[in-house]
């Protein structure tokens, strides 16, 4: 009963992430009992109990075992069969969640800082399984579990570079070496992009010393019977071009390729997972600078599907950009087109930090994603497609200007790219907001990019739910 006791007198309850630490020597053990520290940690109650919950104890593990400066730690598969979590959801929860938080972006730290203590690193993680039969299921878990952080993690490392290291070009690079297992990659120049007819997404690159890049990725198993376009927003650093925008505002500009780090980071994945569907990942690599030879408030560009675009504010890049992208998915005629984009500050201001938006013109598609979302910890929020909005991105001198009215600004984005898919199903997922963190929230998510939507994706296609 010392156990129990202890934990009362912390008034321990178990909530989510609560812990309650306590050294060994504290109880009379055996000189050979090389444990140091016994931890119990809180899953909240029991009747919410998700996947979700145990990849969040997971995150409080590692940052657990940081203050305890443990290198090695042994826990149970938590929640397991236990309201509808299996042994494998429960395994895989549990490796996402310890390898996403114990994730550190290392590549540009020089000389240790002076007088810092250097804490002790999480090495090893022995999960205990009593039953032999649930052995096999948990080693599956654990190794899509591996399959899914480790790309995530990419995609963080993808967004956290330096936009002078993490170049158009580099980034069709990265594309480059994902080729093989069943994926092949095409990689386009400006003239390819030209001949394309590509020439929204040029437009918005030519103020840039680093030339733009279109990227092709498809994965093709040989059974595959559905094909789905994913579409990723790639503009490497955005100024904001001649619409310069605020010094504080292009601090964490890297990362408005997270859509595209996404897509690399789900194809990372895919050549493991191998779902019975054929994927297509794109996206043009662009930068938004100002120059020279910048493009202007007031010009008129013309997008691969012949529509005409007036551009009002050289900083709505994004969408100008997807627009040429979205096309060229659409020409391959898709079962659904898919595309993620940190496209709006808007909708940072409607739903946080921590939730993107999601647009449909299909009900079943906008449903699947947001379950995803919600099985992986990535929560998406449907939003409307208000057809009374139109009018606030009429151009008078062109088909449609890149900027709408003050107020429902990730909507008129939103239904400014719908004019590029036709009538293929599609969905629009706005991750402005989850893309990258600055302020900790979730034990799996450190500072700095999330790699959100490689699990999230990674999840519809593998429920075949097309």
Request: proline share 4%; glycine share 8%.
């Amino acid at each position: 009963g010392a156990l129990i006791t202890f934990m009362k007198q912390q008034r321990f309850d178990g909530k989510i992430g609560e812990s309650v630490t306590f050294p060994t020597f504290t109880f009379s053990v055996s000189k050979d009992f090389k444990t140091k520290h016994i931890a119990v940690l809180g899953l909240g109650d029991r009747k919410t109990c998700t996947a979700d919950t145990v990849r969040t104890v997971g995150g409080h593990l590692v940052k657990l075992a940081e203050r305890v400066n443990a290198k090695t730690v042994a826990t149970i598969l938590h929640g397991a069969e236990i309201d509808g979590l299996n042994v494998s959801e429960s395994s895989q929860a549990l490796i996402e969640g310890v390898l996403l938080s114990d994730y550190r972006f290392h590549a540009f730290h020089g000389t240790k800082r002076k007088g810092e203590t250097p804490r002790a690193h999480l090495s090893t993680l022995m999960i205990a399984e009593t039953n032999r039969r649930a052995y096999a299921r948990a080693q599956e878990g654990i190794a899509r579990g591996r399959i899914l952080a480790e790309a995530t993690t990419y995609a963080r490392d993808l967004v956290n570079t330096p936009s002078s290291h993490m170049t158009p070009r580099h980034l069709a690079d990265e594309a480059k070496r994902l080729a093989g297992n069943n994926i092949t990659v095409k990689i386009m120049d400006e003239k390819d992009m030209e001949r394309k007819k590509m020439t929204a997404a040029l437009a918005v690159a030519r103020g840039s010393q680093h030339p733009p890049f279109a990227v092709h990725l498809v994965y093709r198993p040989r059974s595959a019977k559905k094909k789905i376009a994913i579409v990723g927003k790639a503009v490497t650093f955005d100024s904001g071009g001649l619409s310069l925008k605020p010094a504080e505002h292009m601090e964490t500009m890297k990362c408005d390729m997270g859509g595209a780090a996404t897509v690399l980071g789900l194809f990372r994945a895919l050549k493991f997972l191998t779902p019975d569907v054929e994927v297509h990942g794109i996206f043009l690599a662009v930068e938004n600078m100002p120059s020279g030879a910048a493009y202007r408030p007031g010009d008129v560009v013309t997008a691969k599907n012949g529509m005409t675009i007036e551009i009002r504010n050289t900083d709505a890049e994004g969408r100008v950009t997807l627009a040429d992208a979205l096309s060229y998915a659409a020409d391959l005629k898709p079962d659904a087109i898919i595309d993620l984009a940190t496209l709006t500050g808007a909708c940072v201001v409607a739903l946080g930090e921590e939730v993107a938006a999601v647009y449909a013109t299909n009900d079943k598609l906008a449903e699947r994603l947001v379950e995803a979302g919600k099985d992986v910890g990535e929560p998406l929020w449907r939003m409307p497609l208000v057809d009374a909005y139109n009018q606030h991105i009429a151009s008078q001198i062109a088909d449609l200007k890149n900027t709408g009215a003050h107020g429902g600004g990730s909507i008129t984005a939103a239904l400014f790219l719908k004019n590029f898919v036709g009538s293929i199903p599609w969905a629009h997922l706005d991750i402005a907001g989850p893309a990258y963190t600055e302020r900790e929230t979730r034990s799996d998510q450190p500072y700095g990019a999330s790699g959100y939507g490689v699990r999230l994706l990674a999840k519809y296609l593998m429920e075949r739910k097309y």
